[in-house]
């Protein structure tokens, strides 16, 4: 990472085959702790009126869930992109699939929600109780490091994003630089923890992006790293062809192949990791439903917030990678959108999809 700029934060006003799903899928509600490596397996579908209200979409879902100074900053990083009424970053070394306006950033804090119900209130899966030096890759709204540096007052946090659109106020143990994870990083042996979540499709080599981050830690210091699988799968049968989230990471798949940046992240993380250099390494797997149709109360919850989540984030995700990779038209962008929204929104499909999280620890030196 070169020349890092920091940042003084604006106020925000808001916060390929497809595999076969195997059979009998379910979860626990603490899937983290109990079975390591593998998807748990107590997701149990509800068919009661609760569990589905009887209607083809989920009632509370009808259509949409969801309808300052920086002067030491450069022009071009504050020059966003505009691309059909989206904004987008301007500055760094590869063109990222997110936005970067209020509506995105809204929906960065609704998913950071649901990823800190997914650990049961913690914030990271690697074994280290009190980090001294964190580093949030991809920081975005800048959320996670906020909840750590306020968790870990003697902590010191630092969050990089290629967008200044963190909040003013913010802990004084944190801090925020505008960076790119993409280029060479300046800090070497420094972090006890670096942290990344969902930046998929943004990366062009997964391995040279863990040494960078394994140069940048202390000996005996951790990564983390947290991503979704881009398949959801039906508890009750295989998808269709024809269904929308069998087409969806079908055209990303093809998307990542003329690109070279992959979004079929979640299941390779442990061997890159590994291949970087890392020990210890632990991958969990937790399968969370998308709806509510779960019997388990815990499990119903974090059903409802994924699929807030995923209805929120659609189109966020999908758009601008469909257009200027795949040359779709917007009208054909929406429509898929809107298949995709309409399973999502509908419980009775019994859809769900399995969340990755993987840490590797740095070697300790040798005495």
Partial sequence: MTAPQEVEPTATTNLPPIPQPPAAPSISVNPLASHPHTASNDLQYDGTEQGQDGDEVDSAYAGSIIQSE?????SSILKYREE?????????????WGPNDEQAQD???????FWTLVLGGNLYSAPIKAPQDVLDVGTGTGIWAIDVADMIPEAVVKGIDLSPIQPAWIPPNLKF?????????????????????EILGTVPDWVAFYK????ALRPGGWMDSTEPTIYLQSIHTPLEKDHPFVMWPTLF????????????????????MEQAGFVNVEENILRVAVGKWPKDRKQKELGVWNQLRLDTGLRDFTERRMRNVLNWENDEILVLVAKCRSAVSNSKEGLYLDLYHVYGQKPQEKA
């Fill in 107 to 113: 929906q960065q804090d609704l998913s950071h929600h």
């Fill in 70 to 74: 920086t002067s030491t900053l450069d």
């Fill in 177 to 197: 630089e505008i960076d790119d994870y993409n280029k060479d990083w300046v800090d070497t042996n420094r972090y006890d923890l670096i942290h990344s979540r």
């Fill in 84 to 96: 059909n009424g989206r904004t987008y970053h301007a500055y760094g070394s590869t063109e990222h």
């Fill in 212 to 215: 960078k981050a394994f140069n």
């Fill in 253 to 272: 798949n093809e998307i990542g192949q003329k690109t070279g940046i992959t979004f079929d992240v979640a299941p390779n993380m442990k061997k890159w």
